[in-house]
């Protein structure tokens, strides 16, 4: 399997690379490609950037970058993407000549010394990436149009070599200060400068990849996705971090939204006597129809999350979304499990987003697991032995996590015993639909009971719980 930034090989017709062509047409290839990647750049934005190309130029690219972003952009979290597909049509990379590898140990000395001063690493970027991240013979094809099958560049294999967490050690220890603040200042100070120089590293090695592909294969398979296009399951933890930070302003929109649901559910049927009234003023027609108002309190929430390895991720940022639009609810409980299960309501403090990695503490502590292997079939069952009072007639469920139980029972008698206590029940499931009916997954059997949304990433979960969520 290709990784997003090793990506190389194959032959490249320069002659229709998008780089070549001139900047207008440039510039509606990029707002197209922005388009594929969830930024919806309009008419009238592309009209803008073309007026702030012909002001600013194409000589500075940070200019121009940050130009055509204060046009393109309208919201946070799409910047990532706009810089990666910027520096693809409007960067230009010359392929250095073959040179004799060089010591891993003497570039790290340099790239530390460089770190130190806070200097600029692109230029190490690239003598890192022509001496350590050459594959399948891309080292060779520098310089001209390949054929080479499989050749690349990989800045996985670049920074495997340089060892960058060691690298960030010595640096925070190199920095001066004392005392336990001054200490942590510096790592993370020391950790920006490496995760710089890392995306120094990606930036190089998607640009002569695209040398040897073409741009526009590059900017549709070599691009990494923005936060709230990150599959769950495959996210890093530089992405759960990104991801986290999206928690509150996505907290806002859901609750304005079921706000406004809940005032529209509040108008009941017609009152006949008062329509009649208000009648009276257009000749007895009755224009405006008069509607009962009807006395609806909020409801409850209950949410029962798989926190084993495989899906902590997404069962995290979702009870932290739960929690974080609690004030919607009258009451939120939340329950935990692996093998078993346990209420962890009481790790949430109302108005404090928990500490990252808040889901392994839970694991450890909350008695959620007694062997380690989700069982689906023993929590479900476990919930109603237990916990079945925390449902009720206007207790909205929501089950998180993949449904795969090990080859164990499913116990579909207990998911039926919730469902008809339940207002609604319904089931969020990180992995794609495509898998659902793969190995030890139970997820089909389920969905003859309850129904199962796929929500692989944030903009899916924000769709489905601002759509099923009961106002």
């Not at 594929?36 to 309009?42: D, L, R, S, V």
């Not at 986290?244 to 907290?251: D, E, G, S, Y």
């Not at 609690?326 to 093998?339: C, N, P």
Request: glycine share 8%; aromatic share 6%.
């Amino acid at each position: 399997m290709t990784s997003r930034d090793d990506l190389g090989g194959s032959a490249s017709v320069a002659a229709t690379d998008s780089r070549f062509a001139p900047t207008s047409t440039r510039l509606v290839d990029f707002v197209t490609l922005l388009r594929e990647h969830n930024i919806h750049a309009g008419p009238s934005e592309t009209i803008d950037a073309a007026a702030a190309v012909v002001a600013l130029g194409t000589t500075d690219a940070r200019v121009l970058r940050s130009g055509l972003a204060a046009c393109l952009l309208r919201r946070n979290g799409q910047r990532k993407v706009f810089d990666q597909l910027f520096d693809l049509y409007f960067l230009g990379v010359s392929l250095p000549p073959v040179r004799p590898s060089e010591s891993a140990e003497d570039l790290r000395e340099r790239l530390m010394a460089t770190l130190v001063q806070g200097e600029d690493t692109a230029e190490l970027a690239r003598e890192a990436l022509d001496t350590f991240g050459a594959y399948g013979g891309a080292g060779e094809s520098a310089g001209r149009v390949t054929q080479a099958s499989g050749a690349g560049w990989s800045s996985y294999l670049t920074m495997k070599s340089l060892r960058p967490d060691e690298i960030s050690e010595q640096l925070a220890q190199t920095m001066g200060g004392s005392g336990q603040f001054d200490t942590a200042v510096r790592t993370i100070e020391a950790r920006r400068r490496v995760d710089q120089f890392r995306a120094d590293v990606q930036t190089e090695a998607r640009l002569r990849s695209a040398e040897l592909r073409g741009t526009d294969y590059i900017a549709r398979r070599g691009v990494e996705n923005s936060a709230d296009r990150t599959d769950f399951l495959g996210a890093r933890e530089q992405d759960l971090a990104e991801m986290r930070r999206l928690v509150h302003p996505l907290a806002r929109k859901l609750a304005s939204r079921l706000a406004v649901r809940r005032k529209k559910a509040v108008r009941g049927q017609i009152d006949l006597r008062r329509t009649l009234r208000r009648s009276m003023a257009t000749g007895g027609v009755p224009v405006d129809p008069v509607l009962r108002a009807r006395k609806r309190g909020r409801p409850d929430l209950v949410v029962l999350a798989d926190v084993s390895g495989s899906v902590s991720g997404f069962a995290e940022f979702t009870l932290q979304l739960v929690q974080a639009l609690q004030d919607q609810f009258s009451k939120v409980r939340s329950f935990g499990f692996v093998d078993t299960c346990a209420e962890i309501t009481q790790y949430f403090t109302p108005g404090e987003p928990p500490p990252p990695g808040f889901a392994q503490n839970i694991v450890r502590e909350g008695g959620v697991a007694r062997f380690g292997s989700s069982n689906y079939g023993e929590v479900l069952q476990g919930f109603v032995d237990h916990y079945l009072d925390a449902v009720g007639p206007r207790t909205c469920v929501l089950i998180l996590g993949d449904a795969r139980t090990n080859r164990t029972d499913p116990n579909l008698a207990a998911l039926q015993a919730i469902t008809e206590r339940a207002k609604a029940v319904y089931w969020l499931n990180p992995e794609p639909s495509r898998s659902w009916s793969t190995g030890d997954s139970a997820a089909e059997d389920y969905t003859d009971i309850v129904t199962m949304h796929e929500c692989r990433n944030v903009a899916q979960l924000a769709e489905v719980i601002g759509r099923l969520l009961p106002a």
